[in-house]
């Protein structure tokens, strides 16, 4: 369905990522859009750029090429947009693969959120249910708070904050059989590249985890949570 549900992936110095994510879109029978961002410095900008002639022609898959905003950046700039026009947004890593199950997982997504204001996460294999390591959300809490996941962090931590999010709204929904593959080194699934390096580095950790803290303990979070139990209010 048009402007119903998109599926936002940061991507870089990993195009051999988007034929993989695609196929798994068919396998599962996603309907979904997918939307790659991809930044204009990146050293793989040819081959992504390759992958997007390719895909010209199916109707599902969109790239986006910006200036480099590190994964949150470029996920809030993209999900600000989109929200103006789709009802549902998700999140996935480059490093994300949806599986078979009985019921295709975009549809599952669109079910748990239908009832209004909420958030919903699967199975990712490595975190389950204390991570939202993928994520989707009504399009009306981007818009409520002007971003999906907050600015002051670059990369980490923000899986915890859309669990935090849900639970305090209390509508959230974790579907433990809709599994969403994450393929992360640390779950031997993946080799570290210079993306992996990059993000977890000793000095990304900390300042991600300083800046989630801070968000958490000194009113960002609940400032947030004011406006988001606003919302669901109004719609109720």
């Not at 959120?113 to 204390?130: F, K, R, T, W």
């Not at 708070?145 to 907050?150: D, N, Q, R, S």
């Not at 709204?169 to 993306?195: S, W």
């Amino acid at each position: 369905m048009a402007d119903d549900l998109l599926v936002i992936i940061p991507t870089r110095g990993r195009p051999q990522a988007v034929p993989e994510i695609v196929q798994a879109w068919d396998d599962t029978g996603a309907t979904a859009d997918l939307l790659f961002a991809v930044d204009t410095d990146d050293p793989e900008l040819a081959a992504y750029k390759k992958c997007a002639a390719v895909l010209k022609g199916d109707g599902r898959v969109r790239f986006t090429f910006g200036k480099r905003r590190r994964l949150v950046g470029t996920l809030n700039a993209q999900a600000v947009k989109a929200a103006k026009t789709y009802r549902y947004l998700a999140f996935l890593g480059d490093d994300h693969r949806p599986r078979v199950a009985d019921q295709p997982w975009d549809e599952r997504i669109r079910i748990c959120l239908s009832g209004g204001p909420g958030i919903v996460y699967g199975n990712d294999l490595l975190q389950g249910e204390a991570m939202a390591t993928a994520v989707a959300m009504t399009s009306d809490i981007v818009s409520t708070l002007g971003y999906m996941a907050p600015p002051a962090m670059v990369h980490l931590c923000v899986d915890l904050v859309w669990v935090a999010w849900g639970k305090g709204m209390e509508r959230i929904t974790y579907l433990d059989d809709m599994v969403i593959e994450h393929l992360h080194p640390a779950a031997q699934k993946a080799a570290v590249d210079a993306g992996y390096e990059e993000c977890n580095s000793p000095e990304q950790v900390s300042s991600d985890s300083a800046a989630y803290y801070d968000y958490r303990d000194n009113g960002g979070l609940e400032a947030d949570l004011e406006k988001l139990r606003k919302l669901v209010e109004e719609v109720s």
